[in-house]
């Protein structure tokens, strides 16, 4: 099936994101028919900052490792780990050959600033044409500037999908999704609205982000606790991943 298929408004594709070889296999085993990676997961592996351009060989190596499992994968990119435009597209298009159906590029930056809008365009411009999903994520939300949501969801209406994590009222979701052309993408949040509502909203893609593998790193730090009878601690949160990880 053609990735872009699967992206449905009222109909959303649950996007499981895998960190590793093995993570995608077993995904890819219980039937889901599209995996994403994720940079927060792929980062720590590697003992790696997340979102901070230090996984790109990584990054293409998991892509090109997981291509083979007989499901569409797209890649989390960071924010194309350049930029310039010219270098991003290079990489998509190498991408593209190993057979990724999409990618994911990011409109945040390390320092905790958005990066320009015209220069986002021109990444995502640059990306697009090879035959690859693109979906534009644009860090408002998480950045503490989702009144700017709308300005870059209009601006990046050249991708192929826009993805605002960090969205999780419902009135609003349907507002953005009512806003663009575009399939919209949201982050699956414990507690948060369940598939079926965000559906109503107008949702078509949903991705579980570095949920899996912190839920992973709780389940086994739970299992060798529990050896020594204590209790299981709860999933890590994103913040304290990212402070055991290298600066």
Excluded at 158 to 172: I, K, M, N, T
Excluded at 200 to 221: D, I, K, N, P
Aim: glycine share 12%.
């Amino acid at each position: 099936m053609n990735f872009r298929d699967l992206h449905r408004a009222g109909d959303p594709l649950l996007l499981p994101n895998a960190w590793d070889y093995g993570s995608a296999a077993c995904l890819a085993a219980h039937g889901f028919p599209a995996i994403g990676t994720t940079s927060l997961g792929v980062a720590a592996v590697h003992g790696r900052p997340d979102a901070a351009g230090a996984t790109r060989a990584e990054t293409i190596e998991l892509a090109e490792a997981i291509s083979g499992l007989g499901v569409l994968v797209t890649v989390d990119l960071e924010g194309g780990f350049s930029d310039d435009p010219a270098e991003v597209g290079e990489l998509v298009a190498g991408l593209a050959a190993l057979g990724v159906a999409g990618v994911n590029l990011e409109d945040g930056r390390p320092d905790g600033t958005l990066r320009p809008i015209e220069l986002q365009q021109r990444i995502i411009e640059a990306a697009t044409g090879h035959g690859v999903f693109v979906n534009a994520r644009t860090d408002t939300y998480w950045l503490g500037d989702g009144a700017g949501t709308y300005e870059r969801v209009d601006a990046y209406g050249h991708a192929d999908g826009v993805f605002v994590p960090g969205l999780s009222d419902l009135d609003e979701i349907a507002k953005v999704a009512a806003s663009t052309p575009l399939p919209l993408n949201v982050l699956h949040q414990q507690g948060g609205p369940g598939l079926a509502r965000l559906a109503e909203a107008g949702v078509a893609r949903v991705s579980t982000g570095s949920l899996l593998y912190r839920a992973a790193l709780a389940a086994a730090l739970g299992t060798a606790l529990s050896a020594r009878g204590e209790q299981a601690p709860p999933i890590p949160t994103y913040t304290e991943i990212v402070a055991w990880l290298p600066r």
